[in-house]
């Protein structure tokens, strides 16, 4: 399935391996490597991190997305689909240093909801959740700001040492 969803200044593409010099410039970012639990260390792992993320959409399990800004990568979004009943899926999402502070995840987010909660046009999910490290509140503004609330405290799970958040969305909800 080939998705790519836009706005007039945010496209949400899969990513390719044109993105490989790119994903590792960002995925080199201290701040980024702080909160998540994937690595890539160099352009050899950009290209097996992105045919990951293409055989995931291959199989279904996941929708990945480039965060594209003026035709550039500059961040990831995902769509975790689940694979028991129910109209849930997971969301999750990062930013590189080029996008932080600029409303760019938040809008991002924002689209991968509406399309995943459309049933004419996206997925037709009936709830969304999303995780994230409770020590990173820069993600708690974006969860909010896209209108997923928070639900619960998880307790550290691994590779993750410390709490999570888990925020969710309805699509009844809006």
Same mark, same amino acid.
């Given at each position: 399935?080939?998705?790519?969803?836009?706005?007039?200044?945010?496209t949400?593409?899969?990513?390719?391996?044109? %993105?490989?010099?790119?994903?590792?410039? /960002?995925? =080199?970012?201290?701040?980024? #490597?702080?909160?998540?639990?994937? #690595?890539?260390?160099?352009? %050899?792992?950009?290209?097996?991190?992105?045919?990951?993320?293409?055989?995931?959409?291959?199989?279904?399990?996941? /929708?990945?997305?480039?965060?594209?800004?003026?035709?550039? @990568?500059?961040?990831?979004?995902?769509?975790?689909?689940?694979?028991?009943?129910?109209?849930?899926?997971?969301?999750?999402?990062?930013?590189g240093?080029? @996008?932080?502070?600029? +409303?760019?995840?938040?809008?991002?987010?924002?689209?991968?909801?509406?399309?995943?909660? %459309?049933?004419?046009?996206?997925? =037709?999910?009936?709830?969304?959740?999303?995780?994230?490290?409770?020590?990173?509140?820069?993600?708690?503004?974006?969860?909010?700001?896209?209108?997923?609330?928070?639900?619960?405290?998880?307790?550290?799970?691994?590779?993750?040492?410390?709490? +999570?958040?888990?925020?969710?969305?309805?699509?009844?909800? +809006?």
């Amino acid at each position: 399935m080939s998705v790519v969803l836009t706005s007039a200044d945010l496209t949400l593409r899969p990513w390719t391996a044109d %993105d490989a010099a790119a994903l590792a410039s /960002l995925a =080199g970012d201290e701040e980024l #490597r702080r909160w998540t639990s994937h #690595r890539v260390d160099d352009l %050899d792992d950009a290209e097996r991190w992105i045919a990951a993320q293409e055989e995931g959409r291959r199989t279904g399990a996941r /929708l990945s997305f480039a965060i594209d800004v003026g035709g550039r @990568a500059v961040g990831h979004i995902v769509l975790k689909r689940s694979a028991g009943p129910g109209g849930v899926a997971e969301v999750g999402y990062w930013t590189g240093a080029p @996008a932080r502070g600029r +409303g760019v995840a938040s809008r991002a987010l924002e689209m991968l909801t509406v399309w995943a909660f %459309d049933p004419g046009q996206g997925e =037709g999910h009936t709830r969304l959740e999303l995780i994230h490290n409770a020590g990173n509140p820069a993600s708690c503004r974006v969860a909010e700001k896209a209108g997923y609330v928070l639900r619960a405290v998880l307790p550290p799970r691994s590779p993750q040492p410390l709490e +999570g958040h888990l925020h969710a969305r309805d699509r009844d909800a +809006g």
